[in-house]
């Protein structure tokens, strides 16, 4: 006399949001700048500005791109400005800092705009486990959004979340 196994995952009111889905698609690219610094440590501007003229900007068409310096250099506000001038007609998006920060930036992009309102006064799970590089920031800035509409907010796999948030009645 077996039982007839119930879904009840399934069958919730539980709106499950996956922050994949918004993963914008494309290459992501570090563009350290210290091979360009004699020694790694000093700008010169005439041999920066020459480099940044001479260099093949085409190689980053439709990527997204992180500029930084992997050295203890002291770089000019103007050096990363004038290198995203150049990137900008050929990329997708150019954010200073690591791939980790583009990524944050990617998302703070994203999220600022999205139109939630599918989960007003609604049950939300945030999808916890990704294959991609979700950064920790993109969690934190949906929370934040979603909690003024939620009716409730959890956190992980619907067979094993984490409740985060309930809106007092």
């Not at 997204?64 to 250099?73: G, H, M, N």
């Not at 990137?87 to 800092?97: C, D, E, N, Y």
């Not at 599918?118 to 939300?124: L, S």
């Amino acid at each position: 006399m077996a039982e007839e196994i119930i879904n009840r995952v399934a069958n919730s009111k539980l709106m499950t949001f996956n922050l994949e889905d918004l993963y914008p698609t494309g290459e992501r690219v570090a563009f350290d700048i210290s091979s360009w610094l004699l020694e790694g440590i000093v700008l010169r501007e005439k041999d920066f500005r020459d480099k940044a003229n001479t260099h093949d900007w085409s190689q980053y068409q439709d990527k997204y791109v992180a500029l930084f310096c992997s050295t203890d250099a002291i770089v000019p506000g103007w050096a990363f400005l004038l290198l995203s001038l150049h990137l900008a007609p050929f990329t997708k998006k150019v954010a200073i800092g690591n791939l980790e920060e583009l990524e944050s930036i990617l998302f703070a992009e994203l999220l600022k705009d999205l139109d939630v309102s599918e989960y007003n006064d609604k049950p939300i799970i945030i999808k916890g486990c990704a294959h991609k590089p979700i950064p920790q920031n993109a969690y934190v800035l949906l929370a934040q959004k979603l909690q003024p509409i939620a009716k409730s907010i959890l956190y992980g796999e619907a067979c094993s979340s984490v409740p985060l948030f309930k809106k007092k009645q």
